[in-house]
């Protein structure tokens, strides 16, 4: 059986307790009404505590607007993506700080010993954070460590390549992969429409890192926010080839696919669509196990995929629906690896934060 993962805010809130919902991220936006850059309260209200909304309305220009509306409508759409960007990146901190969950340095070994193909639409870094302080594996029974550029399918240039020729991602390497299908935080490009410009990244730790900062200080940080159009930012020849390897590579093959935290909403049409022409393959029916706090969420992929993908809603609801797919599914030797390193006071493993 091939498993792949598809994971949404839910599994950053798992992992961190800092990292905001999608809720609470447009209760932190409400901050921008002060800034005259930001959305006017009207849209803000109008959009009643749904972040997809309110950037659908500033990301979708409407055929009553005219030319200034448009430009009005672009500006706002790129300072909250940038504010996004910075709200993600100081609650990452924030929460690295505190410690982040065990539970996922566990799951990440697994991933690391089969190989697997992971899915995410999380801007985060959580996972390269996690990967580049060292994981275990219970096949080579020692702790190795994942430099984040080597878990990226796609070629992302590094800030410092600017002035040099450093790639991160070239070479394949026996680990999981990580695809950023929302971009991330640490990524970089020009403000242009051009499809083929290159894509910088930062390293997770850069917001404490001024001289990283100030190479890309001309760009704009590259994610794409959850609306029905994605056109201007999907465009890019690198993240279109990074939706075709997920499709091709992760989703047709994988018997099951393990969804952690996202809900599908019905603005990302992308991923409706990717996860779709994923089910077209020869393999046999396929799973989607829903890892969801909230029972209605694997309702919303029956009722959406039902027809292509057998739904389990083994693991949503009850108090911690996170913790319980850990323990069933990553298995007792990634337990025994973390108690015994744990007993040695290596420091590998972080504190764990109270239950999501």
């Known amino acids: 059986m091939t498993d792949t993962f598809l994971l949404g805010a839910g599994f950053s809130k798992a992992v961190c307790s800092a990292m905001p919902t999608m809720k609470e991220l447009y209760d932190l936006l409400g ?108 096949l080579g029974g020692k702790k190795e460590q994942l430099h984040y550029q080597i878990i990226y399918p796609i070629p992302i240039s590094t800030a410092q390549s600017r002035y040099g020729t450093a790639v991160l991602g070239p070479t394949r390497h026996e680990t999981f992969t990580i695809y950023k299908l929302h971009g991330s935080t640490t990524w970089f490009k020009s403000d242009t429409e051009v499809t083929f410009d290159p894509i910088y990244g930062v390293s997770y730790d850069s917001t404490t890192n001024v001289e990283e900062n100030q190479l890309v200080v001309d760009k704009r940080r590259f994610i794409v926010p959850p609306v029905y159009d994605k056109s201007s930012l999907l465009s890019h020849d690198t993240i279109r080839s990074l939706w075709r390897l997920a499709r091709d590579t992760a989703i047709r093959p994988a018997n099951r696919i393990y969804v952690i935290g996202y809900s599908l909403p019905e603005t990302d049409t992308a991923m409706h669509t990717l996860l779709w022409e994923g089910s077209q393959s020869n393999g046999g029916e396929k799973e989607i196990y ?58 590998a493993m972080l504190v764990p934060l109270p239950k999501a």
């Open 31 to 138: 901050a921008s009404l002060n800034n005259p850059d930001g959305p006017t309260r009207e849209a803000y209200e109008y959009a009643s505590g749904n972040t997809e909304t309110l950037l659908s309305y500033y990301a979708i220009p409407s055929p009553q607007d005219d030319r200034i509306q448009l430009l009005k409508k672009k500006q706002v759409t790129a300072y909250l993506e940038n504010k996004i960007g910075q709200i993600i990146s100081d609650k990452e901190e924030e929460g690295a700080k505190l410690g982040l969950n065990p539970l996922a340095g566990r799951l990440l070994s697994k991933w690391h010993d089969e190989k697997t193909h992971v899915l995410t639409t999380n801007y985060d870094t959580l996972i390269e954070r996690i990967a580049d302080q060292g994981i275990y594996s219970a």
């Open 290 to 347: 829903v890892v969801d706090l909230n029972p209605e969420t694997a309702k919303r992929y029956r009722q959406t995929l039902g027809k292509y993908y057998q739904v389990n809603e083994k693991y949503t609801g009850g108090d911690d629906p996170f913790g319980r797919f850990i323990e069933e599914y990553v298995g007792e030797e990634y337990e025994e690896i973390e108690a015994t390193e744990q007993n040695k006071k290596s420091g």
